[in-house]
């Protein structure tokens, strides 16, 4: 019930190109959904999140979709580039209550070739 | 500091020793959470605090993990008679209080129990 499903584990694309990765959760109550990017040796960084009262947000290159009813939500990376290759992880979480924790998918390494 | 740090950056014990974590939150922040990421795997929750009373520790592995926030700032994860098992990047992330569930990450302590 817990449980969020990432895909896929690895990416290899060209500079320029639109990666996407793909994240389902189980728990329909879950109501924020985070994206954070990690290079190695570094704690995961916040890039962007949606709530699912919107089916798409879209901070500079980079673009979270919703789909509430798939229970799906992913990353579009426009306009790829190399200092973008790094390790995405998608996660859910309640934003109230006591349990807030965040509960992480299992990661996309993606590689922006240059 | 601007982010969250923690201190040591890497810990190296032997078996059955016992170790201290530490965790310098956002200033401002009340709520803290403490992660344990194993090699090539998503965070994956320990123990939530929301000021100086754990909100949510259904994430610690056994009793022999123990964590503490005094004062409602710093926090400390403690491990006794450390096992190789628990060899992992043990990360700290904080937050301000709800709505907001925007976590941000310290760059974590790399544990290796020999």
């Known amino acids: 019930q817990q449980q969020v499903k990432q895909s896929p584990q690895s990416l290899i694309v060209q500079k320029g190109g639109i990666p996407i990765i793909n994240c389902a959760y189980e728990?329909?109550?879950?109501?924020?959904f985070p994206w954070y990017q990690q290079f190695p040796g570094k704690g995961p960084a916040l890039l962007i999140a949606?709530?699912?009262?919107?089916s798409e947000k879209k901070e500079g290159r980079f673009t979270i979709s919703f789909n509430k009813s798939a229970k799906q939500f992913s990353l579009h990376i426009m306009d790829s580039q190399p200092g973008d290759s790094a390790t995405y992880f998608c996660?859910?979480?309640?934003?109230?209550?006591?349990?807030?924790?965040?509960?992480f998918g299992s990661g996309t390494q993606l590689t922006v070739l240059p | 500091g601007a982010g969250v740090s923690q201190t040591p950056s890497n810990k190296v014990t032997e078996k059955g020793k016992y170790v201290e974590l530490r965790c310098d939150p956002i200033?401002?922040?009340?709520?803290l959470y403490w992660y344990r990421q194993s090699l090539g795997q998503g965070p994956e929750f320990l123990i939530y605090?929301?000021?100086?009373?754990?909100?949510?520790d259904s994430g610690l592995p056994n009793d022999r993990f123990f964590a503490v926030r005094p004062e409602g700032s710093v926090s400390t994860l403690k491990i006794q008679r450390t096992e190789r098992g628990d060899s992992a990047v043990y990360l700290c992330?904080?937050?301000?209080?709800?709505?907001?569930?925007?976590?941000?990450f310290g760059p974590g302590t790399r544990l290796t129990v020999l």
């Open positions: 200033s401002g922040h009340t709520a």
């Open positions: 728990n329909t109550a879950f109501d924020y």
């Open positions: 949606i709530r699912p009262d919107v």
């Open positions: 996660a859910a979480s309640l934003s109230s209550g006591s349990a807030r924790q965040l509960t």
């Open positions: 992330a904080s937050s301000l209080m709800a709505p907001s569930n925007e976590q941000f």
């Open positions: 605090f929301q000021g100086t009373g754990a909100a949510d």
